[in-house]
């Protein structure tokens, strides 16, 4: 039944394959002709941080119809099943295609992701995990998409008006550099790009690793309290 399942979901999710696909397939294109490797690459890190963040959107839509709850909720499965199935029914979505865009890469002789692929493994666990909460705690699509938006981006905000002002008011600096380390904790996808091209540090992948997991965890809690309500 679980397998069953799964197949359902992977083919529910055919089309979005086929999109990711083709962007990923535009990127290989560009890497060729690009005399810097440096564009499709962040082209890269672009696409798969944006699928990170929509395949869960569109593989937990159910959880957005009454209806379609209510029958997914009746099923004979545990939630902790249902939500590894749909963990790994969207990841697979994900990852099945980065496998053939990097062996295909190398083929052509770039390699340009591989040289550093722990920045793209952790982009995915990270955003694709954040996606998974996001659904979870939300009733529809316009709060999933504003949720994820806070999410990414308050953070950011928030730091960069604390430190104009301490720079202005208490320090008397007009223009003043952001600490670029706040950033990148912060805003994982900030250091995760600069990775993509020089790699990352052994504090980086730990702090980055370490994120993926609570958010998992919290992706995972999340979908075991929901109430089949809207």
């Given amino acids: 039944m679980m397998i069953s399942l799964l197949k359902n979901d992977l083919k529910q999710l055919k089309n979005t394959v086929v999109i990711f696909s083709g962007f ?13 490797s440096d564009v499709p690459v962040g082209m890269f890190y672009l696409i798969i941080l944006l699928y990170s963040l929509v395949v869960p959107m569109v593989n937990l839509s159910y959880l957005f119809d009454q209806t379609q709850q209510t029958h997914f909720s009746s099923l004979p499965y545990t939630k902790i099943q249902s939500f590894m199935i749909r963990y790994l ?23 340009l992701v591989l040289k550093n692929c722990s920045s793209a493994i952790l982009m995915i666990w990270i955003y694709y995990s954040l996606g998974n909460l996001a659904a979870y705690l939300t009733t529809s699509v316009i709060m999933d998409i504003i949720l994820q938006i806070v ?10 008006s604390l430190f104009s002002v301490y720079q202005t008011f208490v320090r008397g600096i007009i223009s003043a550099d952001f600490s670029m380390e706040v950033v990148s904790i912060i805003l994982p996808a900030f250091r995760l790009f600069i990775g993509g091209l020089s790699g990352l540090s052994s504090y980086y992948l730990l702090l980055y690793a370490g994120y993926g997991l609570v958010i998992f965890i919290m992706a995972f809690l999340a979908s075991s309290n929901r109430e089949c309500v809207n």
């Fill in 151 to 160: 999410i990414n981006i308050s953070p950011f905000i928030i730091y960069m």
């Fill in 89 to 111: 029914s969207g990841l697979l979505c994900i990852i099945i295609p980065v496998i053939i865009y990097c062996i295909v890469d190398v083929i052509l002789g770039q390699g």
């Fill in 24 to 36: 990923l397939a535009l990127s290989l294109v560009i890497s060729l002709i690009s005399f810097h």
